[in-house]
């Protein structure tokens, strides 16, 4: 049973535009991670976020952990193709992971 | 450092027929995790391990999947027999704590066993 949803499922927008990933959850995780994943091979981390309302940055990407440790989002700025992937949240319990449905984002040059 | 290890790639085989895929994890890393992950969709949990004792293994059909993991090391996953819909990508990884807090575990993935069951 999956804990995460994760919104939209499928994503398709031009180069230089902006988008959001959302994932939520009815239960609480020490933190949440975000992976990508492309063709063929498995996801790689991006990011961890373990404070409520935390906000990280790694170059056009912002992620957000929600207040009540249930929730996060993912912002992508001017998107590129190279971002194109599955994007993957994953809630962290202990020492078990517990993954979103995923997101698969394309994005036309 | 070399990465998660994965074979065979790809797999293809009739129904009702028997499956085996390893895994060898990074040097060191005392967790390792099988997944089952349908195209387009997020991995799903199958079994956990911590060194060669069995952790987690709730979601996984005992009835035709079975895992070892001798010596704490490598790992086989077998599925016997294979159904239609076991058609999924398998993916193994691995994870080490960091400073005991596993809220900074990550898990490194391998390139994963892509089944097809006809």
Redesign the interface.
Known sequence: T?L?E?SP?FLSIQEGENLTVYCNSSSVF??L?WYRQEP??????LV?V?TGGEVKKLKRLTFQFGDARKDSSLHITAAQPGDTG?Y?CAG???????????T?LTVIP | EAG?AQSPRYKIIEKRQSVAFWCNPISGHA?L?W?QQIL??????LI?F?NNGV??DSQLPKDRFSAERLKGVDSTLKIQPAKLEDSAVY?C?S?S?LAGY??????F????TRLTVL
């Open positions: 999956q995460l994760q499922q020490s933190s991670q063929g091979e498995g996801p790689v981390l961890t373990v599955l993957l962290v319990g202990g020492n078990q992971f517990y993954f979103g449905t995923g698969s | 998660v967790t995790y997944y387009g969709q997020g991995p799903k949990l956990q911590q952790v987690d993916l990884a994870s704590l596993p809220g900074y575990n990550e898990q993935f391998g390139p994963g």
